[in-house]
């Protein structure tokens, strides 16, 4: 069965800061794979997604994920985080069958 | 284009009671998915409509809980009666069927609480 792991719950940065969030897959193949945000009271919006081809995913907001086969890996990165980057973040996984396998997500703070 | 649009945006109803949530995905999108997430923990896949027809309801918890898709336009999922535990954020999506592309919408949720 496929799964996702998001091992930090709750993440805090300086604005300004560089962000790295981690997530880890288990599946037997290459899934796709995604990066989805919830702002407060909001829904889930999708950042980025990886299909297939380069394994450097550029979505919006500046956010950017990379696939890494040999680990199993799809961390999401922004450079330069903003204050109307707090939020939560989701990673999550379709292995094929339209079922999408989130993550327990992680709660990103962003102080001054 | 309009997203997906779900509603009540909140319902507070009394254990033992009945509730019925709506989705309206995005016009055109025969794929139809419902998940929750309960109390924090992960978003949780419930089934998965394709136009009016059920493809995947592995997720679906008991029978407290029916989903229809009438026409193959909007969905409702009903649950009765509803249980303490079912108290969560019920999350609809949509996608077209090349989600490679265009992946999946989803919508606002709806938060449910049960007392």
């Given at each position: 069965a496929q799964s996702v792991t998001q091992p930090d719950i709750h993440i805090t940065v300086s604005e300004g800061a560089s962000l790295e969030l981690r997530c880890n897959y288990s599946y037997g193949a290459t899934p796709y794979l995604f990066w989805y945000v919830q702002s407060p009271g909001q829904g889930l919006q999708l950042l980025l997604k990886y299909?297939?081809?380069?394994?450097l995913v550029q979505g919006i907001k500046g956010f950017e994920a990379e696939f890494k086969r040999s680990q199993s890996s799809f961390n999401l990165r922004k450079p330069s985080v903003h204050w109307s980057d707090a939020a939560e973040y989701f990673c999550a996984v379709d292995g094929g069958y339209q079922k999408v396998t989130f993550g327990t997500g992680t709660k990103l703070q962003v102080i001054p | 284009e309009a997203g997906v649009t779900q509603f009540p945006s909140h319902s507070v109803i009394e254990k033992g009671q009945t509730v019925t949530l709506r989705c309206d995905p995005i016009s055109g999108h025969d794929n139809l998915y419902w998940y929750r997430r309960v109390m924090g923990k992960e978003i949780k896949f419930l089934l998965h409509f394709v136009k009016e027809s059920k493809q995947d309801e592995s997720g679906m918890p008991n029978n407290r809980f029916l989903a229809e898709r009438t026409g193959g336009t909007y969905s409702t999922l009903k649950v009765q009666p509803a249980e303490l535990e079912d108290s969560g954020v019920y999350f609809c999506a949509s996608s077209q069927d090349r989600r490679d592309i265009y992946g999946y919408t989803f919508g606002s949720g709806t938060r449910l609480t049960v007392v």
């Open positions: 299909f297939s081809g380069d394994t | -």
